[in-house]
């Protein structure tokens, strides 16, 4: 069929989308390289690796980055436009866990600040409200969903609820231990009704963590970031790695797998978000969606306006 006739088809494929240079992608798949095989223990995976980045190191790591910037952002477009014209079109979820400092809010700012706002849902996760407690958990991250053409980005999510809930014992081991299956069931039903998952945790070492947290009380630019809890929490590092271990472990699925994401090196690790994000979304294949209307007709009613 012509190019903009009108047509009845799912979509546009005859559109070429833009493509990454093969100098600036991944060396293999980051969604194999970087994927979570339930067994692996967390601390044999380095935080300071660059696994698949095709240059030599941070000096390459801006210009390299900033090729995937419109790439992944015609994906994201194209998602959005199907959002507008199909009631069911395909959902993304991303999921952004990691201690603090991991770099959750830097992957928001550096990655999804490369797509257009308008199609992205960010939702951030803190201490459950008075409300939100007298609901199930999965309350308010049901709420937080992306629609359909929307891709969702989780800083922090559902898992809070077996990670610090677990460390603090904030509910008896007996309730959250039940939450691991029910995440699964979960998950699968978001992916059954047409929602891709990419859960990343981002991986930092302990050494890095505290630089870190210096750096924050350091630079009066950074104090907001800091809380006091913060230290709190670094002393619990032990009991979060086990919590950590256990998520990925019991809750890294074929319908969502979990991905590793080494993250000492911040030019890595938003690299690295950016390219599993653009795989997914090569993966879904998003299509401009055909005229809905004569072409001919249109061009010929705007002429004679
Ligand atoms: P931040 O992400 O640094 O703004 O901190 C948010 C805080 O909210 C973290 O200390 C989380 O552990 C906490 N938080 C998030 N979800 C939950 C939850 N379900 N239960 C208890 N604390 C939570
Ligand atoms: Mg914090």
Redesign the pocket.
Known sequence: MARGKKSSTAGNPSVTPLAVPGSARATAPLRELLRFHPGTPLNSLDPAGTPGFPGRGKNDAAEITAVVGPVLSEWQERLFAEGRSEADAPRLLVVLQGL?TSG??GVVRHVFGLVDPQGLHLA?????TPI?QSHH?LWRIRKALPGPGMIGVF????Y??V???RV?Q?VPAGIWQQRYDEINRFEAKLKDQGTTIIKCFLHIDKKEQGERLLARVHDPTKYW?Y?V??VA?RHQWQAYAEAYQEALDRCSTDHAPWFVIPSNRKWYRNWAVANLLLEHLEAMDPQWPPAHFDIDQEIERIRTA
Do not use: A
């Not at 951030?124 to 459950?128: A, R």
């Open positions: 603090d959750k809010g951030s996760f803190k201490q459950p939100e958990y800083d922090r999510s559902h809070e609820d990670l610090v809930v603090n904030l970031k809380s809890n913060d929490v």
